[in-house]
C-alpha cells in the first residue's frame, strides 16, 4: 500500500499535518528505520509531496488490531471533533444490517462512517436513515453506505429467527425487551390477535414459548410475505393464522373474541380501539401501544373507549424515547369482568 517516507526528525510534524487533512490510515502501524518513519495513507498526497519535499513509497504496514468501544472511537482522527458532536451515538443493528442516523452536517463524511460501522459491527451491510417511517406499511427509505447493498437479513432474538427486508417491512431490534414482556404474560390455551403483526415477531415469540393460538393481521404485503416465512422458519404453522389486509375490515369479518389483543402501532392505534375492544372477551387483555408525553393520556382513551366496561390498569410503562419530551409508551388492561 502507498506511503510516505519522512526524515525522523519531521516525523512528528508531518503526522500532525497527515492528521489534520485525514490522510493518516490509522487502520496501520507506523514503520520506523533508522533515519526514516513511514506513513500509511488512505489516498495519495500528490500536492503534500511538492510542499514538504517528501518521498511517496509503495510498502507494507502491519494491521492495528483494536478493540474500539463504539464507532466515534473508531473515527477519531479522521473526522473532525466538532463534527463528532453532531453524529448520532445510537445504531440499529437487525441480523446482518447496520442502520444509522447520519445527520446532514456530516454528508460529506457519511462513506466513511459507513465503512467505520461495517468494520466496527462486522456486517454485511450498513444503510443510512433517508426518511422517518410513513405511511400504511410503516416502511423508510435507506440509503446504502458499505458492504453489500443487500437489505434482507435474519435477525434471531431469544431463540426466534425473523427474516424481513428492512427496506419493506417495518421492525424495531430495540422493541425485543418488550416483545419477551408480552409473551412471558401469555398462557397456554389463549387466543391471540396480533392487530398490526409486521414480519410477526410478537406472534411467532408467544406461538414458539406457548401453546397458544395467534391471528397475526397487517396491511403490508411485503410484511405478509416475511411472516408467511418466518412461521415456517420456527415451525410454527399449527399455531399462527396469518391474514393480509386492512385489520378493520379483517375484523368485520370475524365473529371471534380474543383473550388477549396487541396493538403495536403507537402513532395511530387508538383509531383501532373500538373494533379491538369489540373483539376482547371479558375480562381479557389489551395491549396498547401510544406516543405520549405522559401516561394519563393512553389511558384516558382506553378507558373513554371502553365505557361502560371496567377497566382495570394492570402495567405502565415506557418502552423507549422517540424525541426530546415524547415516550412510546405501552399500557396493559384488563377489559371488562
Known amino acids: 500500500m502507498i506511503g510516505l517516507k519522512v526524515p525522523k526528525k519531521e516525523a512528528n510534524t508531518i503526522r500532525q499535518l497527515l492528521l489534520q487533512k485525514q490522510m493518516l490510515n490509522l487502520d496501520y502501524k507506523i514503520k520506523r528505520s533508522r533515519d526514516y518513519v513511514y506513513f500509511p495513507l488512505t489516498k495519495s498526497?500528490?500536492?503534500?509531496?511538492?510542499?514538504?519535499?517528501?518521498?511517496?513509497?509503495?510498502?507494507?504496514?502491519?494491521?492495528?488490531?483494536?478493540?474500539?468501544?463504539s464507532i466515534e472511537e473508531y473515527l477519531q482522527g479522521q473526522i473532525p471533533p466538532e463534527k463528532m458532536e453532531d453524529f448520532k451515538k445510537s445504531f440499529d443493528i437487525i441480523g446482518s444490517v447496520v442502520i444509522l442516523e447520519i445527520p446532514e452536517e456530516l454528508n460529506e463524511e457519511k462513506?466513511?462512517?459507513?465503512?467505520?460501522?461495517?468494520?466496527?459491527?462486522?456486517?454485511?451491510?450498513?444503510?443510512?436513515?433517508?426518511?422517518?417511517?410513513?405511511?400504511?406499511?410503516?416502511?423508510?427509505?435507506?440509503?446504502?453506505?458499505?458492504?453489500?447493498?443487500?437489505?434482507?437479513?435474519?435477525?434471531?432474538?431469544?431463540?426466534?429467527?425473523?427474516?424481513?427486508?428492512?427496506?419493506?417491512?417495518?421492525?424495531?431490534?430495540?422493541?425485543?425487551?418488550?416483545?419477551?414482556?408480552?409473551?412471558?404474560?401469555?398462557?397456554d390455551g389463549e387466543l391471540i390477535l396480533d392487530m398490526f403483526a409486521g414480519v410477526g415477531p410478537f406472534a411467532v415469540n408467544i406461538a414458539r414459548k406457548h401453546d397458544a393460538k395467534v391471528y397475526a393481521v397487517d396491511i403490508n404485503p411485503d410484511a405478509m410475505k416475511y411472516l408467511k416465512k418466518n412461521i415456517k422458519l420456527n415451525k410454527v404453522s399449527k399455531r399462527i393464522v396469518p391474514l393480509q389486509g386492512d385489520v378493520k375490515e379483517v375484523l368485520q369479518k370475524m365473529d371471534l373474541k380474543f383473550d388477549r389483543i396487541i396493538m403495536n402501532l403507537p402513532g395511530s392505534a387508538c383509531e383501532f380501539l373500538d373494533p379491538a375492544i369489540e373483539h376482547l372477551k371479558p375480562g381479557g387483555v389489551l395491549h396498547y401501544y401510544q406516543f405520549s408525553r405522559d401516561l394519563e393520556d393512553p389511558v384516558n382513551k382506553i378507558k373513554k373507549a371502553a365505557k361502560p366496561l371496567l377497566v382495570k390498569i394492570l402495567d405502565e410503562r415506557k418502552v423507549k424515547s422517540t424525541k426530546p419530551g415524547e415516550w412510546h409508551v405501552a399500557v396493559d388492561t384488563q377489559i371488562g369482568n
Open 45 to 69: 498526497p500528490n500536492k503534500l509531496l511538492d510542499e514538504l519535499k517528501v518521498q511517496m513509497v509503495e510498502t507494507d504496514f502491519e494491521e492495528v488490531k483494536r478493540n474500539f468501544r
Open 111 to 187: 462513506k466513511q462512517i459507513g465503512e467505520a460501522a461495517l468494520k466496527f459491527t462486522r456486517r454485511k451491510a450498513v444503510y443510512r436513515k433517508k426518511s422517518q417511517i410513513r405511511g400504511v406499511t410503516r416502511t423508510r427509505e435507506l440509503e446504502h453506505l458499505a458492504g453489500e447493498d443487500s437489505s434482507e437479513t435474519i435477525h434471531k432474538e431469544f431463540g426466534s429467527q425473523i427474516m424481513l427486508d428492512v427496506k419493506k417491512v417495518y421492525f424495531s431490534p430495540r422493541l425485543a425487551t418488550e416483545r419477551k414482556i408480552i409473551t412471558d404474560q401469555v398462557n
